[in-house]
């Protein structure tokens, strides 16, 4: 047996994965990933912007570049992000494989073993794997459907003086919960009071339905003094434009982010130069609204059709919030008693797929349940509450 570190005896084999690993049986329908639909990628407006970004300047974006990430790139993300609120020197963000490094990153540069960390409960599940790994200790801050409940989130500050706290505000992964504009207000406030620092992760964000949600707590820091020295900010290109970029950026204190750049050259270098300078492209070519035109109507229309088979099929038997955004419906099974990994198993053999809401919290409700529409046509999204019916 190799001596492996230690540190890996607080990680277990994604629960997510594990189902993956059965999906390849014929007739499976999948309501279990959280990937985005490849059906719905801008194929085309990719294709332009990495033609255009190797025939620019072919040599600088196939060789090395700097850790921070690729100037340009910083300057257009620091367009975007102005472009929903958020005021960000390019020189306040590095660019990130993916916003997962960014956890990773933050991870590495701030929990110690034994140091605690506040969550949503339930929360991302890599990121209780992130965090874990480097010796946390995970307490989970209950949620409704308006996000964390901020007078409990206080409570356990001055309960456990945590060394951060992390926070999905919009549409988070499981729950599909939006954090209201109050409670956003509320966390700034309680992270210069306690001094804690807030992650805010948005994945999600530009996935909303109908109106749009609150601005982000990032851009909500100009309005609550100090706010911006206590909050990192995690963004990512993957669920609106494509998770094969692998493109994500982190915002922060100058001092997290020489820190979080120090370790990112141990990890990878840097990101890769070619897909930073597709997505540079791609923002520049102004194609992001279209391709969120096509993208919002598709996801609310598959997030209505579950909700109406659930609540039509299932009736009282499952409980849960419609979402405004994002791709998951969080539900919970009314039967006493009810377990859905054990429901997980049988729908599994009815051809349909799900994940079973244990593994995304500490203290876990071994009744909830996690859907994702994002994948499914509404034909199969009818069918697959079907099968869960019988």
Known sequence: MLPFATRLQNVETSAIREIFKLLGKPGIISLAGGFPDAALFDVEGIRQAS???????????????????????????????AGKGAQVDPSGLIVTTGSQQALDLIGKTMISPGDKVIVEAPTFLATIQCFRLYGAHLIGAPIDAEGVKVDELEKLIVEHQPKLIYLIPTFGNPSGAMLSLARRKRVLELAVQHKVLVVEDDPYGELYFNAPPPP????????????????????????????????????????LLAKATMCKQFSDAHTSNLAQATANEYLQMNRMDDALSRVRPAYAQRAQALCAALKKVLGDGIDFSAPQ????????????????????SQAIERGVAFIPGTPFCRNPDHATLRLSFATSSIEKIEEAVARLKA
């Open 51 to 81: 033609q255009r970004a190797l025939a620019d300047k072919p040599g600088e974006v196939l060789q090395y570049g700097a850790t921070e990430g690729y100037q340009p790139l910083r300057e257009q993300l620091a367009r975007y992000m």
């Open 216 to 255: 982000s707590m990032l851009a909500l820091s100009k309005d609550i003094a100090g706010s911006r020295d206590w909050l990192a900010h995690c963004g990512s290109l993957s669920k609106v434009l494509s998770p094969g970029l692998r493109v994500g950026w982190l915002i922060g204190h100058p001092e």
């Open 325 to 344: 955004g994002g791709m998951f419906v969080w539900a919970r099974l009314t039967a006493p008693r009810a377990d859905a990994r054990e429901f997980a």
